[in-house]
């Protein structure tokens, strides 16, 4: 059984910085794609940002400049960097990953980050 776990989110101060990281499990493969969504209290879903398994990165517009992604294809591992923080960065990140046979996307269960002013 696929999992996909994420770690890294908590507390942190505005303007500050925090790293999320997803590791999936029980995979024979390696996704074809992996990124990060986010949702904050009252708001839908949104992407954050996405990176292929030859290193195409996407960003939001909101985080451009200031998030930065990063994969392990072998370990199915992906990591965002979030620097720069604001309160408007608060929301529940969900790290998902997209099998090379473009199957259902699997997610994970969340991380809370929260950004204090």
């Known amino acids: 059984q696929v999992r996909l776990v994420e770690s890294g989110g908590g507390l942190v101060q505005a303007g500050g910085s925090l790293r999320l990281s997803c590791v999936a499990s029980?995979?024979?493969?390696?996704?074809?794609?992996m990124g990060w969504y986010r949702q904050a209290l009252g708001k839908q879903r949104e992407l954050v940002a996405g990176?292929?398994?030859?290193?195409?990165?996407m960003y939001a517009d909101s985080v451009k400049g200031r998030f930065s992604i990063s994969v392990e294809n072998a370990k199915n591992i992906v990591t965002l960097q979030m620097n720069s923080l604001n309160v408007e960065d608060t929301a529940v990140y969900y790290c998902?990953?997209?099998?090379?046979?473009?199957?259902?996307?699997?997610w994970g269960q969340g991380t809370q980050v929260t950004v204090s002013s």
């Open positions: 998902y990953g997209d099998p090379p046979w473009g199957g259902l996307r699997y």
């Open positions: 029980g995979s024979t493969f390696s996704f074809y794609h």
């Open positions: 990176i292929s398994s030859s290193g195409i990165t």
